[in-house]
């Protein structure tokens, strides 16, 4: 199945009436390609599966995406068009998902992969380089920017399986629900930082978090069946065994929240695609996860000024 993020990117992409960006690796390399949109990440997550904790990573794409951009500015017909097509473009970035869920993993794939950072200390690393990306986006002249957050993978049902010692018969693995709080809250408050460094810059974060959290908390009231195991898993919650293959699946994914080990369903993307793009920043909404601005405000305009690229 794809990952969370490349639905994310894709429903983003339709509510600006767009084509889903296509991942970086399918296009030919001509401009005209890239100037419709394109995923910088992939569908293997956000390192290609294995040292998701090497920041390098995030650099290969970053770089991919610089490159595309001075692409565009060498094939544009003027100098002014090529700034103006990248200052309108709206570059997604998401890291983090992926990085928590091997963090939270039980077992060596965890204690390999980051016994240097701690599991606090890797939330102020991670949330370091999302910034830096923002910054080294500016300098690409990017003016327009979405960052997600990390979702309650605490609730998620490799996690739920893996601190089933720790949950009762309703709650999440609050321990680790903390540690994804916090990493957003940081990566929160840079931005914040960032803002009057970046002038010309629109910088907007999404709480993907509280969206999702909303969802398992009344499940009801949009529609979800089941809110705590996998759609395609086994195991307790679905979280013992991963989505081999699609027979796994049950047959109503549109009812459950968690589609396979920690990633949610299309049908809860969707929805956050819909809150991100037009629910106005609120205190008060519990539907409201963009702020300051929403995703149709970043856009430029209600029917969207240019297409979306996935970082």
């Not at 390999?112 to 999302?130: D, E, N, Q």
Request: glycine share 10%; charged share 20%.
């Amino acid at each position: 199945a794809p990952n969370s993020r490349t639905i994310a990117s894709v429903h983003a992409a339709a509510k600006m009436e767009l084509p889903p960006p296509p991942l970086i690796s399918t296009l030919n390399g001509s401009a005209a390609a890239a100037a419709m949109g394109v995923n910088f990440g992939g569908e293997e997550g956000e390192s290609g599966g294995a040292g998701v904790f090497r920041m390098g990573n995030v650099g290969q794409q970053l770089r991919l995406a610089a490159e595309t951009l001075q692409l565009l500015r060498l094939e544009a017909a003027t100098p002014g068009e090529a700034s103006a097509a990248v200052a309108g473009a709206v570059f997604v970035v998401s890291f983090g998902a992926d990085a928590y869920a091997r963090l939270l993993a039980r077992g060596s794939e965890a204690d390999a992969s980051a016994p240097k950072h701690g599991r606090r200390g890797f939330a102020r690393l991670l949330a370091g380089r999302v910034a830096r990306a923002v910054q080294e986006l500016y300098e690409a002249d990017v003016r327009r920017v979405a960052v997600l957050g990390v979702p309650p993978l605490g609730c998620a049902p490799q996690v739920m399986w893996d601190g089933l010692h720790l949950v009762d018969g309703r709650g999440c693995v609050e321990e680790a629900n903390e540690l994804v709080q916090g990493y957003n809250a940081r990566v929160e408050a840079q931005l914040d930082a960032l803002r009057p460094e970046l002038p010309g810059a629109d910088i907007v974060f999404c709480d993907v978090y509280k969206g999702v959290m909303e969802m398992i908390t009344n499940p009801a009231a949009y529609g979800f069946e089941e809110a705590r195991d996998a759609c395609c898993g086994l195991g307790p919650f679905g979280g013992t065994i991963g989505c081999l293959t699609r027979e796994m699946a049950c047959p109503t994914p549109q009812g459950h929240i968690w589609w396979d080990l920690y990633s949610v369903t299309e049908t809860v993307n969707t929805l956050l695609a819909d809150w991100a793009w037009s629910v106005p920043p609120s205190t008060d909404s519990d539907t409201s996860i963009c702020r300051p601005i929403t995703l149709q405000q970043l856009s430029g305009r209600a029917d969207a000024l240019a297409p979306p690229a996935m970082v």
